[in-house]
């Protein structure tokens, strides 16, 4: 029996619940490579409902449902579709419901996946709300860290950039607390973690000269010019950090960078070529935690 039927946030998930997708995550790296073949979700159809630029995410969805036998809907464009003629979330998500057997949304909006899920028959994933959360991004970046450090928890790890706006962070920063990791948070002061979350975990800010030395994991992230309310704010804080090959060579051997992508300036290409770099890999790891995660939802 599924543990669960929509996942909507990393919240909706108990530390058992991540430690198995994992696991079984493990189990697909093969067929995610091509390696060996998978017919699990065969029948089965996937829509990719993104109202919002994606790459990374809706093609890794697309190659695991494919990947284990499934098909796939995308509709990237809302001009070509009834919500160009007025045609409410809620009615789409309603018809969608009845054609596919997995909904996977991307949307502007925080909250816009919790409502699709109250108004769907089968499983809504959320690939994405605003400046909301992004839980299949987190299980895969928990996987990534598995992979390359051994363990998720007792790690030490700097969360970098665009704190404020990043649904990438505050989806993992909630899961890195329930596994006893250290947590450090750098960012410029207008991008600062709210203070929400700041009453939820445990974390410390600092600078990345403070930690460098010690930390096991540096994430760092983008600055989002999309979500920013005033163009004039977002100029103000542009460009101000940027990781180097340089930046690292106080580093720990072992230790990883990772970034969900894209990136725009704030990790240099020199980073790219030295055994620090991760984020390719991380992308990659999409794939076999999204056919767990698909798996879990539709068997």
Known sequence: ?????????????????????????????????????????????????????????????????????????????????SIAKGESLADTIRVISKYVDVIVIRHPLEG????????????????????????????????????????IEGLKIALMGDLKYSRTVHSLIKALNL????IYLISPESLRLPEEFLEEVKAKEVTLDEVIEEIDVLYVTRIQRERFP???????????YRITAETLSKAKENLIVMHPLPRVDEIDASVDKTRHAKYFDQAFYGVPVRMAILCEVLL
């Open 179 to 182: 596994f006893d990791n250290e």
């Open 230 to 240: 005033d163009e004039e704010e977002y100029r103000k804080v542009a460009g101000s």
């Open 112 to 151: 816009s996946a919790r409502f699709a899920s109250e108004h769907s028959e089968v499983p809504v994933i959320n690939a994405g709300d605003g400046a909301g959360q992004h839980p299949t991004q987190t299980l895969l970046d928990l996987y990534t860290i598995m992979k390359e450090c051994g363990r």
């Open 1 to 81: 029996m599924a543990r669960f039927m929509h996942l909507i946030s990393i919240d909706d998930l108990s530390k058992d619940d991540i430690v198995h997708i994992l696991k079984r995550a493990e189990e697909f790296e093969d067929v995610a490579r091509g390696l060996k073949v998978s017919k699990l979700l065969e029948g089965k159809i996937l829509t990719n409902l993104f109202f919002e630029p994606s790459t990374r995410t809706r093609m890794s969805f697309e190659t695991a449902m494919k990947r284990l036998g499934g098909d796939v809907i995308n509709m990237t464009a809302q001009e070509a579709s």
